[in-house]
Nanobody, 115 residues
Framework: QVQLVESGGGLVQAGGSLRLSCAAS????????MGWSRQAPGKQREWVAT???????NYAGSVKGRFTISRDNAKDTVYLQMNSLKPEDTGVYYC?????????WGQGTQVTVSS
């Protein structure tokens, strides 16, 4: 079983930056891709970015060019560097870990961007 713990959320002004971290514990060696999703108030959860164990990255169009996902395989940790933040980036950000038995989710960390 994999446990995911996110950190790094907070309140920032529009145009600012935040860095989220997510540490996996448990069966970390079974993890293939890791990523981030988010859920804004009153909206459905949406995918943000993914990184494979080999380092291949993919981003949602709304964050491409502003967010960077990275990963430390030795530490089973994934990061999300968020720059040029906008009020519409506000939401709860969830870390995800893909495994053969399914996807594990973290508890989420709140990101609030003020205008």
């Amino acid at each position: 079983q994999v446990q995911l713990v996110e950190s790094g959320g907070g309140l920032v002004q529009a145009g600012g930056s935040l860095r989220l971290s997510c540490a996996a514990s448990g069966s970390g060696s079974s993890i293939t891709a890791m990523g981030w999703s988010r859920q804004a108030p009153g909206k459905q959860r949406e995918w943000v970015a993914t990184i494979t164990r080999g380092g291949t990255t993919n981003y949602a169009g709304s964050v491409k060019g502003r967010f960077t996902i990275s990963r430390d395989n030795a530490k089973d940790t994934v990061y999300l560097q968020m720059n040029s933040l906008k009020p519409e980036d506000t939401g709860v950000y969830y870390c995800t870990a893909n495994r053969p038995l399914g996807t594990a989710w973290g508890q989420g960390t709140q990101v609030t961007v003020s205008s």
